[in-house]
């Protein structure tokens, strides 16, 4: 009785930590980026990508270009924090790089700690220009 009662509890308890990331997992966003932009230590090409949650991580993978892809940890998603219907990227600028710093979905939201290359801008150049690519969809 005591097994069946622990094994109840640690299955609830996993379906309330993973439930945020599977409202997401279930369909990916995906995005048009109109300029080129980092995540981490990779640059990625304007264009087309995908973004779903792995576990801690996102996913990021150019649509046209399967190879093209990273994961990236990310801080714990947060239920009910965006209050748009629609999904987004934001992006920090900084004169002409931008840099990766949050996606968000309907009832969830990601933030991506600066790279190295980001400090090194912060450094020389100030604060990012915040840029929201909202265009974003859920297939």
């Known amino acids: ?65 399967p190879s093209t892809s990273m994961l990236i940890m990310t801080q714990a998603g947060s239920p009910g924090v965006t209050t748009s219907a629609r999904s987004s990227l934001t992006f920090n600028r900084y004169g002409d790089r931008y840099f990766l710093s949050r996606v968000a979905a309907p009832q969830l939201e990601w933030d991506l700690a600066p790279s190295s290359a980001e400090k090194e801008a912060i450094a020389k150049l100030g604060s990012p220009r915040p840029v929201l690519v909202a265009n974003s969809r859920s297939r």
């Open 1 to 65: 009785m005591k097994t069946y009662v622990t094994r109840i509890l640690a299955a609830v308890s996993l379906g309330f930590a993973l439930g945020p990331a599977s409202v997401l997992a279930q369909s990916p966003l995906h995005a048009n980026i109109p300029f080129d932009f980092t995540v981490g230590n990779q640059t990625f090409a304007a264009g087309e990508y995908r973004v779903a949650p792995v576990g801690q991580c996102l996913r990021i993978q150019a649509v046209n270009r």
